[in-house]
T-cell receptor
Framework: AQSVTQLGSHVSVSEGALVLLRCNYS??????LFWYVQYPNQGLQLLLK??????LVKGINGFEAEFKKSETSFHLTKPSAHMSDAAEYFC???????????FGTGTRLKVLA | ETGVTQSPTHLIKTRGQQVTLRCSSQ?????VSWYQQALGQGPQFIFQ???????GRGNFPPRFSGLQFPNYSSELNVNALELDDSALYLC??????????????FGPGTRLTVL
């Protein structure tokens, strides 16, 4: 069985500050891990994915995430927040890219001017 | 290359009615998955179709059914609508290969409101 836990349903950061969104997963098989962003009234846009290659994954818009097997974590970071980063972020786990995704409950990021 | 499209954008139905939602996959993709996203929640997997056959199903009752057509477009049908069916319905397409490493690309969703 697979599951995802996103700690913090709401996160606020100042513009220019570090963004850290937490994701812990549970998986009985080597996981595929994803981060998606959702802007209001829109679908999901892929930020980045881990597919058992490099543990540090770089994505779009300056985001990156590090796969840590020992901590079963896949936290999302960005060195400097921008106002346009305000959105909802979802972490997902799967046993493969084309298999069903199990999503976390999401973290709403607010960026303060 | 066109992305995943869904229609309609918004839909309002009353309890007990039936609804059909449509999805056009990204060009070249042969697999479509449907998800339900209730307000304030993460998406929940409904089912997946591969080459016109159901290829996995989540914890949804049989009144949720689907079809995938030879051109890989897809429909989600929901019968006997309930108030709790109000949600954003997301379609995602991908290319299934032996390695299974592709990614699911999501459409903009259909917002269904059941009154």
């Amino acid at each position: 069985a697979q599951s995802v836990t996103q700690l913090g349903s709401h996160v606020s950061v100042s513009e220019g500050a570090l963004v850290l969104l937490r994701c812990n997963y549970s998986s009985s098989v080597p996981p595929y891990l994803f981060w998606y962003v959702q802007y209001p009234n829109q679908g999901l846009q892929l930020l980045l994915k881990y597919t058992s290659a490099a543990t540090l994954v770089k994505g779009i818009n300056g985001f990156e995430a590090e796969f840590k097997k020992s901590e079963t974590s896949f936290h999302l970071t960005k060195p400097s927040a921008h106002m346009s980063d305000a959105a909802e972020y979802f972490c997902a786990v799967s046993r493969g890219g084309t298999y069903k995704y199990i999503f976390g409950t999401g973290t709403r990021l607010k960026v303060l001017a | 290359e066109t992305g995943v499209t869904q229609s309609p954008t918004h839909l309002i139905k009353t309890r007990g009615q039936q609804v059909t939602l449509r999805c056009s996959s990204q060009s070249g993709h042969n697999t479509v998955s449907w998800y339900q996203q209730a307000l304030g929640q993460g998406p929940q997997f409904i089912f997946q179709y591969y080459r016109e056959e159901e290829n996995g199903r989540g914890n949804f009752p049989p009144r949720f059914s689907g079809l995938q057509f030879p051109n890989y477009s897809s429909e989600l049908n929901v019968n006997a609508l309930e108030l709790d069916d109000s949600a954003l319905y997301l379609c995602a397409s991908s290319l299934a290969t032996a390695g299974g490493t592709d990614t699911q690309y999501f459409g903009p969703g259909t917002r269904l409101t059941v009154l």
